[in-house]
């Protein structure tokens, strides 16, 4: 048996696209009996070689219906018709205690209210006793979604947001970032990102089977506020498919200990600091979330991602094919028993605990016997592929009935039994620490790593902070991105309850040549800029841009790659109405930026290039 995974939705999402576009040949239709023949012939064409019989020829009604008759209309084929619900398998990883998959009618393009909404026929996948048309607001919750009616549904409207979030998440993914963007992430369903994205951390790359994505804890919010545990989500972004044909969205509530659960719960000196400078408290929230484990969170992000690998499409099978229990055709036999044990029961290949297990039986299957042990603790059952045709079942997990004039059949020999190993001396405590890159230029990052066994705690934190709040695993990692030198400590509790330590530095070298620069723009294509004010941006050394687009202010965060790679994420923090023109250039100037692939620092001189080589824009050192 095969392993289909959800890339079998591209193959039905083909044959789809091609019924679709087959035009289907025209039937002839009959017409109506009553209907009157033509009688009399219209002339021949002069064009026609062959002459005109002397005396019209009388036209069928038949075929003048034929000629007439328009072509059978067809039934489109919709999402759901090649992607079943019921064929969708999901391992929740023990978080949730039953799921369901729902097949979504379409839902209209509309934006006459204050939430634009539309979606074509879709997927979801509730949890908990939930539907698709129960769910809640800030539910668990995952979509699976045909991207391209998506964008064609939004398109038609003329809306491009939805495909200009496609094409975003497209552009991340493909990077494989081992971080995101601090706020302003694309996010879809437009449905479920109803306010600004104003956090975003523990961005990672996911690479399943046959497909991809992003995912990372994030909140919307209406308003700057005190961050909390309050509409926090894990959030995750990914495509099926070579061309990105289905859009998988999950989004599941999460929590840390790190965080206050309410607003009520923030004491009045944080409160205070906050309200002082809202956006810089919400970045150096993010900084810490940043620096917690995938187990500092509830759910632990690493099971939520295990949960969304889990998605298959057709279900499992094996190469070796399992022991079959064959079902009696009609009706229990005179002698049967049923499982009775909440985990099933083994079926063994002779009756004791030393034979080895063929299988299990689950709870509640009925399996017919012929035959008991010598000592009536053992039922023997039919079994296919077992030795001597049957398997053993212990009979204090199942419930028996007719066994009176079962025989007593023998097993086979007990298995040579395998010595006992000689036990070995208390493991002494294995500890590691150590990191990838000791040295790195300002606005890297490098990964911590550490490997530790045989001990009681252990906890990775930079020197002088608090240690408790940095609890660690075994076996783990962190990525790190100081913007100095700094040292970072594991600190190791052993089995005795002695105390250890091992350190490494991280030597930063002031390498970035656009930390701690001002421009203002210069050129801005063959338009030239507005008079006035023109657009300005300055690169912070760790790795924030912020400036000022011609109307409003925005920042976002900016990554350095190979000799002159640059990438930026940006968005506006102020909402300032201007006049068109200026709107529209401020548009310009800001898609530009999304654009920026490499850059060019000549004297005092600053160009940002597309990924082609294309000049954006330049600008002029302050």
Same mark, same amino acid.
């Given at each position: !048996?095969?392993?289909?995974?959800?890339?079998?939705?591209?193959?039905?999402?083909?044959?789809?696209?091609?019924?679709?576009?087959?035009?289907?040949?025209?039937?002839?239709?009959?017409?109506?009996?009553?209907?009157?023949?033509?009688?009399?012939? #219209?002339?021949?064409?002069?064009?026609?070689?062959?002459?005109? *019989?002397?005396?019209?020829?009388?036209?069928?009604?038949?075929? #003048?219906?034929?000629?007439?008759?328009?072509?059978?209309?067809?039934? +489109? %084929?919709?999402?759901?018709?090649?992607?079943?619900?019921?064929?969708?398998?999901?391992?929740?990883?023990?978080?949730?205690?039953?799921?369901?998959?729902?097949?979504?009618?379409?839902?209209?393009?509309?934006?006459?209210?204050?939430?634009?909404?539309?979606?074509?026929?879709?997927?979801?996948?509730?949890?908990?006793?939930?539907?698709?048309?129960?769910?809640?607001?800030?539910?668990?919750?995952?979509?699976?979604?045909?991207?391209?009616?998506?964008?064609?549904?939004?398109?038609?409207?003329?809306?491009?947001?939805?495909?200009?979030?496609?094409?975003?998440?497209?552009?991340?993914?493909?990077?494989?970032?081992?971080?995101?963007?601090?706020?302003?992430?694309?996010?879809?369903?437009?449905?479920?990102?109803?306010?600004?994205?104003?956090?975003?951390?523990?961005? $990672?790359?996911?690479?399943?089977?046959?497909?991809?994505?992003?995912?990372?804890?994030?909140?919307?919010?209406?308003?700057?506020?005190?961050?909390?545990?309050?509409?926090?989500?894990?959030?995750?972004?990914?495509?099926?498919?070579?061309?990105?044909?289905?859009?998988?969205?999950?989004?599941?509530?999460?929590?840390?200990?790190?965080?206050?659960?309410?607003?009520?719960?923030?004491?009045?000196?944080? !409160? %205070?600091?906050?309200?002082?400078?809202?956006?810089?408290?919400?970045?150096?929230?993010?900084?810490?979330?940043?620096?917690?484990?995938?187990?500092?969170?509830?759910?632990?992000?690493?099971?939520?991602?295990?949960?969304?690998?889990?998605?298959?499409?057709?279900?499992?099978?094996?190469?070796?094919?399992?022991?079959?229990?064959?079902?009696?055709?009609?009706?229990?036999?005179?002698?049967?028993?049923?499982?009775?044990?909440?985990?099933?029961?083994?079926?063994?290949?002779?009756?004791?605990?030393?034979?080895?297990?063929?299988?299990?039986?689950?709870?509640?299957?009925?399996?017919?016997? /012929?035959?008991?042990?010598?000592?009536?603790?053992?039922?023997? #059952?039919?079994?296919?592929?077992?030795?001597?045709?049957?398997?053993?079942?212990?009979?204090?997990?199942?419930?028996?009935?007719?066994?009176?004039?079962?025989? +007593?059949?023998?097993?086979?020999?007990?298995?040579?039994?395998?010595?006992?190993?000689?036990?070995?001396?208390?493991?002494?405590? $294995?500890?590691?620490?150590?990191?990838?890159?000791?040295?790195?230029?300002?606005?890297?990052?490098?990964?911590?790593?550490?490997?530790?066994?045989? /001990?009681?705690?252990?906890?990775?934190?930079?020197?002088?902070?608090?240690?408790?709040?940095?609890?660690? #695993?075994?076996?783990?990692?962190?990525?790190?991105? *100081?913007?100095?030198?700094?040292?970072?400590? !594991?600190?190791?509790?052993?089995?005795?309850?002695?105390?250890?330590?091992?350190?490494?530095?991280?030597?930063?070298?002031?390498?970035?040549?656009?930390?701690?620069?001002?421009?203002?723009?210069?050129?801005?294509? *063959?338009?030239?800029?507005?008079?006035?004010?023109?657009?300005? /941006?300055?690169?912070?050394?760790?790795?924030?841009?912020?400036?000022?687009?011609?109307?409003?202010?925005?920042?976002?965060?900016?990554?350095?790659?190979?000799?002159?790679?640059? %990438?930026?994420?940006?968005?506006?923090?102020?909402?300032?109405?201007?006049?068109?023109?200026?709107?529209?250039?401020?548009?310009?100037?800001?898609?530009?930026?999304?654009?920026?692939?490499?850059?060019?620092?000549?004297?005092?001189?600053?160009?940002?290039?597309?990924?082609?080589?294309?000049?954006?824009?330049?600008?002029?050192?302050?």
């Amino acid at each position: !048996m095969k392993k289909y995974t959800l890339m079998i939705l591209i193959v039905l999402l083909a044959a789809l696209v091609v019924a679709c576009q087959q035009q289907p040949d025209v039937v002839p239709t009959i017409a109506p009996a009553e209907e009157t023949p033509v009688t009399e012939a #219209t002339a021949a064409p002069e064009a026609v070689a062959t002459e005109a *019989p002397a005396e019209a020829t009388e036209v069928p009604a038949e075929a #003048t219906a034929e000629a007439t008759a328009p072509p059978a209309v067809q039934p +489109v %084929a919709q999402f759901c018709d090649v992607v079943d619900p019921t064929l969708i398998n999901l391992n929740t990883q023990g978080i949730y205690s039953e799921w369901q998959a729902d097949c979504v009618a379409a839902t209209d393009y509309a934006d006459d209210t204050p939430d634009i909404r539309g979606l074509p026929q879709h997927i979801t996948i509730t949890f908990d006793g939930r539907a698709s048309d129960t769910h809640q607001a800030g539910e668990p919750i995952i979509y699976i979604i045909p991207a391209a009616a998506y964008r064609d549904l939004w398109d038609a409207a003329q809306n491009p947001l939805v495909g200009e979030n496609l094409d975003a998440l497209t552009r991340w993914i493909g990077r494989r970032p081992s971080a995101v963007s601090p706020q302003n992430m694309p996010v879809l369903p437009i449905e479920e990102a109803r306010a600004v994205n104003d956090l975003a951390v523990q961005g $990672q790359f996911l690479e399943f089977d046959e497909w991809e994505g992003i995912r990372f804890v994030a909140r919307f919010a209406q308003d700057p506020h005190p961050l909390t545990n309050e509409g926090l989500r894990y959030i995750f972004q990914g495509f099926v498919g070579a061309n990105d044909e289905v859009l998988v969205a999950a989004f599941f509530p999460v929590t840390t200990a790190h965080l206050p659960a309410t607003i009520e719960e923030i004491s009045a000196e944080d !409160m %205070a600091v906050i309200e002082a400078d809202p956006v810089a408290a919400l970045a150096l929230s993010g900084v810490e979330l940043n620096a917690l484990t995938d187990a500092d969170w509830q759910p632990a992000l690493d099971v939520l991602d295990a949960l969304v690998g889990s998605l298959q499409y057709g279900g499992t099978e094996t190469e070796e094919e399992e022991v079959e229990i064959a079902p009696t055709p009609d009706g229990p036999p005179a002698a049967y028993a049923v499982v009775t044990g909440a985990a099933g029961v083994n079926v063994r290949s002779g009756p004791s605990t030393a034979f080895s297990s063929l299988g299990v039986a689950p709870f509640g299957a009925e399996l017919e016997l /012929i035959g008991r042990s010598v000592d009536n603790n053992w039922w023997a #059952t039919p079994l296919n592929g077992a030795p001597n045709g049957r398997g053993w079942v212990s009979a204090g997990f199942v419930e028996s009935f007719n066994t009176g004039g079962l025989p +007593v059949v023998a097993g086979p020999p007990l298995p040579t039994p395998v010595p006992s190993p000689t036990p070995e001396p208390t493991p002494s405590a $294995q500890t590691a620490f150590w990191v990838d890159r000791t040295q790195i230029d300002q606005g890297q990052c490098t990964t911590l790593r550490w490997s530790v066994a045989n /001990i009681q705690a252990v906890w990775v934190y930079e020197v002088g902070q608090s240690f408790e709040q940095f609890p660690a #695993t075994g076996d783990g990692s962190r990525q790190v991105c *100081p913007s100095a030198t700094t040292t970072y400590e !594991m600190r190791v509790q052993l089995r005795d309850g002695s105390i250890t330590t091992q350190r490494v530095t991280v030597n930063v070298t002031p390498g970035n040549r656009l930390a701690n620069t001002n421009w203002v723009l210069a050129n801005i294509g *063959p338009a030239g800029l507005l008079p006035g004010r023109p657009p300005t /941006i300055s690169f912070g050394v760790g790795n924030y841009v912020e400036g000022f687009s011609g109307c409003n202010t925005f920042w976002g965060n900016y990554s350095l790659f190979g000799t002159d790679g640059l %990438a930026m994420s940006v968005g506006t923090r102020s909402l300032v109405a201007c006049e068109e023109d200026v709107t529209a250039q401020e548009q310009a100037f800001l898609s530009a930026l999304h654009s920026t692939g490499a850059f060019t620092i000549n004297g005092n001189e600053l160009t940002l290039r597309d990924s082609g080589g294309v000049e954006l824009l330049r600008f002029l050192r302050q």
